[in-house]
C-alpha cells in the first residue's frame, strides 16, 4: 500500500513557477508509477503528467508540455511536479496518484493524495 501527500501549491501570477511534491509512504513506492492530474471545478480530472518507476518514461498531457516537468527520486520516496510559465487556465486541484501501471487514464491509479490547490491569476 502507498499513502500520498502533495505540497507546494499555492497563489502566483501568470508567469510565475511553482513545483509541487508528492511525498509517498509504502514500500513499493519504488515500483510504483506516479501521476499528476489536476480538476477544476465544474470539471472532470484530467492527466498531467505521468513517469515510469525508474524515471525513464515520461508522459505528458498537451496543454502542459513544454511548461511542466516530472520528476522523482526514489531514495526520497517523492515525485515532483516543476510547472513554469504558468497560465489562469492550470489553477486547480492538482492529485499524486501511484499505480503499478504505467499509464494516462485515472481508473489505471490505485492510490491518490488528498490535492493541493493550484491558483493562477490573469
Known amino acids: 500500500q502507498v499513502q500520498l501527500v502533495e505540497s507546494g501549491g499555492g497563489l502566483v501570477q501568470a508567469g510565475d513557477s511553482l513545483r509541487l511534491s508528492c511525498a509517498a509512504s509504502g514500500r513499493t513506492f519504488g515500483s510504483s508509477a506516479m501521476g499528476w492530474f489536476r480538476q477544476a471545478p465544474g470539471k472532470q480530472r484530467e492527466f498531467v503528467a505521468a513517469?515510469?518507476?525508474?524515471?525513464?518514461?515520461?508522459y505528458y498531457a498537451d496543454s502542459v508540455l513544454g511548461r511542466f516537468a516530472i520528476s522523482r527520486e526514489n531514495a526520497k520516496n517523492t515525485v515532483y511536479l516543476q510547472m513554469n510559465s504558468l497560465k489562469p487556465e492550470d489553477t486547480a486541484v492538482y492529485y499524486c496518484?501511484?499505480?503499478?501501471?504505467?499509464?494516462?487514464?485515472?481508473?489505471?491509479?490505485?492510490?491518490w493524495g488528498q490535492g493541493t490547490q493550484v491558483t493562477v491569476s490573469s
Open positions: 496518484a501511484a499505480s503499478r501501471v504505467f499509464g494516462k487514464s485515472p481508473s489505471t491509479y490505485n492510490y
Open positions: 513517469i515510469t518507476w525508474s524515471g525513464g518514461s515520461r
